[in-house]
């Protein structure tokens, strides 16, 4: 039992070179696709927010919020343990 677990879970390199070959082929294509799908995707997603941005801008131009009003107060700093939770 514990040898045919074994050969499932460790599957074992061709012996045959040609055949080793064209599997190590095989495997570093399949990472170039992975790697060329990932790069397109990031690509596309930076376009496609760039465009998003450039389409949902505001139509006027953004004043200043204080318009030379500006409004002075003072800050009290509560320490943490007087906070409620």
Same mark, same amino acid.
Do not use: F
């Given at each position: 039992? =514990?040898?045919?677990?074994?050969?499932?879970?460790?599957?074992?390199?061709?012996?045959?070179?040609?055949?080793?070959?064209?599997?190590?082929?095989?495997?570093?294509?399949?990472?170039?696709?992975?790697?060329?799908?990932?790069?397109?995707?990031?690509?596309?997603?930076?376009?496609?927010?760039?465009?998003?941005?450039?389409?949902?801008?505001?139509?006027?131009?953004?004043?200043?919020?204080?318009?030379?009003?500006?409004?002075?107060?003072?800050? =009290?700093?509560?320490?943490?343990?007087?906070?409620?939770?």
């Amino acid at each position: 039992m =514990r040898g045919v677990l074994r050969a499932v879970i460790e599957p074992r390199k061709p012996r045959h070179r040609v055949l080793r070959a064209v599997l190590a082929i095989l495997g570093v294509g399949v990472l170039a696709v992975l790697l060329t799908v990932a790069v397109v995707l990031g690509a596309a997603m930076i376009a496609g927010g760039l465009l998003w941005r450039l389409v949902c801008r505001p139509q006027r131009p953004l004043r200043p919020m204080a318009n030379g009003r500006v409004l002075d107060a003072t800050y =009290r700093v509560v320490r943490r343990p007087a906070l409620s939770r």
